[in-house]
């Protein structure tokens, strides 16, 4: 009898015995249960997506749920932290509440990689013959990395996945690819990636237009709100993007006021 791990490796429990029968046993039973619990489970869920579709409960495009979850089902999550836009929908989630369409209108996510953590993350990729623009390709097969932009993959409706990093330090390999594949994103530095990753980390379930839930890492609203301010304040940045960071923080501040007290002068 031989034993597989859910890492793929084997080992054998020896010849056919009363014993191994036993175990084998054991194992079908257990594995038959488990089969019933999962079916069970997932037609909740199915039911529950539908009902949040016909509610129209969320409001999160449906490639960002569907990236969030290929990263899950990767278990590489806890590597990355979204810093954009998107880290709205979190904070509107938690609380209730709906920002304006303006304030959450983009067409890119930014996972920012802990490269504190980079010897699991990569361990876990070669374990698994994985790169990382394989990942949001099982969300939707059309994208692509670009060329001129290593760090950037970008799906047939034009929306971006821009990876970033804290700049280099301690030892923080540079440039850095994300996989051994050549044709994998590279990992551009970000001016406030030291920042975010010391900010406490906020996780919120998060829905999409079609009721698909996904659980979104990102950085505890006021820190979220100060990052925003921070880039506001950059000469080089884009005006309009600055005009949007000034009106994204206002926006975070005042939730945390009404609805968040708990993160009100942290």
């Not at 806890?78 to 709205?88: A, P, Y």
């Not at 994985?130 to 799906?155: H, I, W």
Request: hydrophobic share 40%.
């Amino acid at each position: 009898m031989i034993r597989t791990s859910s890492r793929g490796t084997h080992k054998s429990l020896g010849p056919k015995s009363h014993e191994t029968q036993r175990i084998y046993a054991s194992f079908t039973e257990r594995k038959a249960q488990i089969a019933q619990r999962l079916a069970a489970i997932e037609a909740t869920f199915d039911e529950q997506r539908r009902l949040n579709r016909v509610l129209r409960v969320g409001r999160a495009p449906t490639v960002v749920i569907d990236a969030l979850n290929a990263l899950d089902a990767a278990r590489l999550a806890e590597h990355f932290v979204v810093v954009s836009t998107h880290s709205l929908y979190a904070y509107e989630g938690i609380c209730g509440v709906r920002f304006t369409p303006s304030a959450v209108a983009t067409h890119d996510i930014y996972p920012l990689f802990d490269t504190c953590r980079r010897l699991a993350f990569f361990s876990r990729m070669k374990e698994s013959e994985a790169s990382f623009v394989g990942l949001p390709k099982k969300a939707d097969k059309t994208f692509e990395r670009l060329e001129d932009r290593k760090e950037t993959v970008r799906n047939a409706t034009g929306f971006e996945v821009d990876v970033i990093r804290r700049t280099a330090k301690d030892g923080d390999p540079h440039p850095l690819r994300m996989s051994n594949d050549e044709d994998d994103v590279w990992a551009v530095q970000a001016s406030t990636g030291d920042r975010i990753l010391s900010a406490p980390r906020f996780s919120q379930m998060v829905v999409a237009t079609n009721g698909a839930v996904a659980i979104m890492h990102t950085m505890a609203p006021p820190d979220f709100a100060r990052i925003k301010r921070k880039l506001a304040e950059y000469p080089t940045r884009d005006p309009l993007k600055r005009s949007k960071d000034r009106i994204q923080a206002e926006l975070v501040e005042e939730l945390s006021a009404t609805h968040m007290p708990q993160y009100v002068g942290s």
